[in-house]
């Protein structure tokens, strides 16, 4: 079984930043993308960004773009999320998944997800 844990969510005024965290564990896996979803208060889960590992490309969702940065923290298993200039409409449970496949938008496109953790921007 593989597990996947983030860290690094918490409470931030607006316009601050927050990097978050996430590792895969478990038995042998060898991801060839990761990628972040957030579920905001009464919202449905959306993309966030991803990451492909054999090029390093990464893709975002427009509502982020110029603000959140997806990177690798040493291994195909390891990603960070880092995130700036924050909005309270970015409020919501940020979750972290993993793909044998590329990169992708879609949910269904990764195998493996964590339990995520909160992130929550006051205004």
């Known amino acids: 079984q593989v597990q996947l844990r983030e860290s690094g969510g918490g409470l931030v005024q607006a316009g601050g930043s927050l990097r978050l965290f996430c590792e895969a564990s478990?038995?042998?896996?060898?991801?060839?993308?990761m990628g972040w979803f957030r579920q905001g208060p009464g919202k449905e889960r959306e993309f966030v960004g991803a990451i492909a590992w054999y090029n390093g490309d990464t893709i975002y969702a427009d509502s982020v773009k110029g603000r959140f940065t997806v990177s690798g923290a040493g291994g195909r298993n390891t990603v960070f999320l880092q995130m700036n200039n924050l909005k309270p409409e970015d409020t919501a449970v940020y979750y972290c998944?993993?793909?044998?496949?590329?990169?992708?938008?879609?949910?269904?496109?990764?195998?493996?997800w964590g339990q995520g953790t909160q992130v929550t921007v006051s205004s």
């Open positions: 478990g038995r042998t896996f060898r991801s060839n993308s």
């Open positions: 998944a993993a793909s044998r496949h590329d990169a992708s938008p879609q949910q269904r496109g990764y195998d493996y």
